[in-house]
């Protein structure tokens, strides 16, 4: 499933992801998809489950979703008119109808540990490694969940790294040996000088500096 960590005997720790619609570049720094805002937030239950359910049935936001857009990822009761207010389970798969407004069944990792009314709602978030994109320039959409390490094709799983000693494109800033890096607000998918901003979130730290565009030695501390 997205978002399974592994690590190898080098002390580098990897998640497995589905990627977006466009192909990764080596190297890149990625972030999850960009949120799909109160969409999917206080959702409707359409028909109401007992204790022991395997799903939910809930009713689709506005938009159509993929099969594998929830996969890993989260859904939890949100309202009252249950006592199952504040149950997350992790999302395995979601089938039904997957267009606007379509009954869907949400299958979870765990039985249902409550009856779930009709009078409850729930929120579903996706899982961060499922579509994964580079970072953008400017304002992150998404947090940073890893780096490329080969070129994932678009829409297809694959692993990326997020702990230990990688190499990741530096965008040209002054890069210091040992300084803290972040998600460049200049180039798409490189790294950055962490200078402490909004939005800034620090990856790790250089082992070496580098020009724009060039793989500089890293040691990342995403996980």
């Given amino acids: 499933m997205v978002g399974q960590l592994a690590w190898d005997v080098n002390g580098k720790a990897f998640r497995f992801v589905l990627n977006g619609a466009t192909a990764l570049v080596k190297g890149n720094v990625l972030q999850s998809p960009a949120s799909l805002g109160s969409t999917y937030q206080n959702m409707v239950v359409g028909t109401a489950g007992v204790k022991g ?4 049935q809930v009713t689709n936001g506005t938009s159509t979703i993929t099969s594998q857009q929830f996969e890993g990822g989260s859904i939890s009761v949100y309202t009252a008119g249950t006592i199952a207010v504040a149950d997350e389970y992790t999302i395995v798969s979601v089938t039904g109808t997957l267009t606007t407004g379509g009954a869907l069944k949400v299958f979870l990792d765990r039985p249902l540990r409550a009856a779930v009314t009709t ?5 579903m978030m996706p899982s961060p490694y499922a579509g994964v994109v580079a970072t953008p320039l400017t304002t992150k959409t ?7 390490v080969y070129e994932i094709p678009a829409n297809a799983y694959g692993w990326i790294q997020t702990h230990g000693v990688a190499a990741v494109i530096a965008d040209g800033s002054a890069i210091v040996l040992g300084g803290q890096i972040g998600a460049a607000n200049t180039v798409t998918g490189s790294v950055s000088l962490a200078t402490g901003g909004v939005g800034m979130a620090t990856i790790g730290q250089a082992l070496a500096t580098g020009a724009s565009g060039s793989g500089i030695t890293a040691f990342l501390t995403i996980d």
């Avoid at 009078?119 to 929120?123: E, F, G, I, L, P």
């Fill in 142 to 148: 998404g947090i940073v969940v890893g780096v490329a």
């Fill in 119 to 123: 009078s409850a709602t729930v929120n």
């Fill in 53 to 56: 359910d395997a799903f939910i």
